[in-house]
């Protein structure tokens, strides 16, 4: 079974707007989420973390929102730039031990 | 330099070969992990090792072995290719994750493999 889901394969956005993308868990244990940005012939690159004990982690245009109780956190991009434009994936670790990947998001950004 | 080198970058097999994905870093991590993405599966990991000593299997090893040469080179088997192997290989690296650090993976830029 997926512990870690991204339910919606694409996103497109107009440049200058937010960009939202969500992400579902299931393991209780996971102490750490990661979202992971990744272009064309390149390998995943780490974006932003957020600790579980935290609800909300802040770096320049991207903020990542955790809610614990509906084992649900989004990525929120303000504002979209074309530039972003790339497969987005969640990440999640397991206390000390290994990282679970979602199926990850398209997001097109529209100049 | 890439950080995390993978070779070869592309390769066009046959079913029944033997394949050898190999890995390097210059990060100086502990711990090193193998990774398949498949379109609409995302990222499934195949084998990680925390270190030299250690080997652990992951979601999908079947069909995979893996070897940690040293601390810093860590190479994927596939013993018999299969045509449902083909796939976009990823190597990863990550510190020891230490109370408080996310402990982050660092990529190399991943091997493409057909397996006709």
């Known amino acids: 079974d997926q512990q870690v889901k991204q339910n919606s394969p694409s996103l497109s956005v107009q440049e200058g707007r937010i960009s939202i993308l969500n992400c579902d868990y299931t393991n209780s244990m996971f102490d750490y989420f990661l979202w992971y940005k990744k272009y064309p012939a390149e390998g995943p690159t780490f974006l932003i973390s957020i600790s579980s004990i935290k609800d909300k982690n802040e770096d320049g245009r991207f903020t990542v929102f955790l809610n614990k109780s509906a084992k649900h956190l989004s990525l929120h991009i303000v504002p979209s730039q074309p530039g972003d434009s790339a497969v987005y994936f969640c990440a999640a670790r397991e206390t000390g031990n290994q990282f679970y990947f979602g199926t990850g998001t398209s997001l097109t950004v529209i100049p | 330099d890439a950080d995390v080198t993978q070779t070869p970058r592309n390769r066009i097999t046959k079913t029944g070969k033997r394949i050898m994905l190999e890995c390097s870093q210059t990060k100086g991590h502990d711990r090193m992990y193998w990774y398949r993405q498949d379109p609409g599966l995302g990222l499934r990991l195949i084998y990680y090792s925390f270190d030299v000593k250690d080997i652990n299997k992951g979601e999908i090893s079947d069909g995979y072995s893996v070897s940690r040469q040293a601390q810093a080179k860590f190479s994927l088997s596939l013993e018999s290719a299969i045509p449902n192997q083909t796939a976009l290989y990823f190597c990863?690296?990550?510190?020891?994750?230490?109370?408080?650090?996310?402990?982050?993976?660092?990529f190399g830029e991943g091997s493409r493999l057909t397996v006709l």
């Open positions: 990863a690296t990550s510190d020891s994750g230490l109370a408080g650090v996310a402990g982050e993976l660092f």
